[in-house]
């Protein structure tokens, strides 16, 4: 709720002008049927067809400004919701852009999918209903009490009576609800991942003819799905013919007491009509008011679960540490690190590399090569050791200074629904010969001139109207294209061939001779040039040298080198 109430602090005056037009018109609504108690009582019996007349367009004047007001409050609260929860998206968005590796982790991708979506459409339903019947509901129920209250006091007590029951009944209808909300969030993000996880790995499924399992998966969750919001609709299903109960008996009640009271001539016909008006009032007032708790346990269970990812505190902090003096560019000491407190990815990892140096790192799949990478960049904390950049700790250097530092090319890195040259230059700004340099550099060239529009031809999303060898092209084109100090490339050449591969890392011994390089490689030709080689073997250093000191003292190195190349040292 504090949420909500926060972001629609901006608009308390457009919303208060909205809320006094509203108010206006439900008196107007209110006035409606005293006017027709009026006529009937007092008027009517007068004959005066003027005076008729008169009254009889005051009420026609009562009920046009009734509509107008309630359709003009309607749009101005649309605009309030629409607004706020613009606001709210966009925070939420920002927010989830800058969490931690960790921290997507940790909440996983598909509950911060529908926390985006479905979550902030919940706060904007609310937003918008509670400014549409939150003030016209509570007014109707007052206002046509104190009406009823001078129409005739002894009928309204009875109407009263009813009061506590309806309030009980709400607390715990509302009491139960909204946990039965949240729950239905929490399966409708599994939903989502299983959608999301289906569209992703579609050629997987249908090369595995895998599509009735997976159908079944989805239609488990559905039913799931289905479940959570039948058990949290039943709940709130029950609201509304309990309080048509409770209403109906003080209405039974009502008229028993009218009929002997008319009888006993305590009170008139016409204000008979004019209560049983302000008592259908009364009652649709009190089932909005009603209806405005099940919109908020909604709204409150969306708002708590958006509420917790803003609320996430930074968990990369920056720190103050001192720096040493050093001739190494890059430096690892004694870094050991696990996910979330597992058991270890790496330990003990102690290298360094110089400014311009090209570090090749081989080894198993799961020996923890990338997460050596996702540690340098900072995308998560080492628990033991430190790592160094030019003497500095990585902790010590602001976020953006440090990510600047870097041209990297993930495994199966990203690509957007964009052109090619938008995918290259990724919103910096480059200058096209810089982009023209780049694909030249990463072997692009070639393919990017072979169609009809080049650099301006549609990338699809993750680059599926592309191949595997372009993909990867284009993404190195990318991390060349910065200029970067640290160039990174993640098994990046691994659907090249072999020439293309030589002539690219040929382009980038030419061309980056200050820029320090990181090829992490399952091929030893990509990575027999460079300066050192690490050899990585379940999270730990097996050996470290170069390619011929490697050849000549480290087993492993020498047997992926016989079953790769046949056994010889290879020169290229
Ligand atoms: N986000 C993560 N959460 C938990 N465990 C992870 C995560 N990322 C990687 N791991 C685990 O850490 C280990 C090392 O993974 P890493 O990606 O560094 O290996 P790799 O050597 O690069 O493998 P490959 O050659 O297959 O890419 C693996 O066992 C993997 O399951």
Sequence with gaps: MKLILHYIRPYVSKMSFGLMIKFIGTIMDLLLPWILAHIIDNVIPLKD????LYWGLAMLLASVTAVVFNIVANRMASAVARDSTETLRHDLFEKIAYLSANQIDKYGVSTLVSRLTTDTYNVNTTIGRMQRIGIRAP??????????LKLDPVLTLVLLAAMPFIVITVYFISKIGIPQFSQLQTEVDHLIQIVRENITGARVIKALSKEQ???RRFEATNEKVVVAETKANLTMAINSPLMNLILNISLTLVILVSAYRVNAGMTQPGVIIAFMS??????NAMLSITRIFVIMSRGIASADRIEIILNEEEDLQLM?????ETEQHIEFEHVSFAYYHQKNTLNDIHFSVKEGETLGIIGPTGSGKTTIIKLLMRLYDVEQGTIRIKGQNIKSIPKDELYAMFGVAFQKDFLKTDSIQGNIDFGRGLNLNRIHQSTGFAQADEFIDSLDDGLQHAVHAKGSNLSGGQKQRLIVSRALAGSPDILILDDSSSALDYQTDAKL???IHQNFKLTTKIIIAQRISSIQHADHIMVLENGRIQGFGNHQTLLAS??????????????????E
Excluded: P
């Design 49 to 52: 067809t003027h005076l008729i």
């Design 213 to 215: 399992y997976e159908n």
């Design 505 to 507: 890392r040929q382009a």
């Design 278 to 283: 302000y008592f259908t009032i009364i009652l």
């Design 139 to 148: 007014i109707l129920l007052l206002g046509g009490i104190l009406v009823t």
């Design 320 to 324: 103050k540490l001192d720096m040493i």
């Design 554 to 571: 480290n087993e492993h190195y020498r047997h992926i080198n016989q079953s790769q190349m046949g056994g010889g040292i290879h020169a």
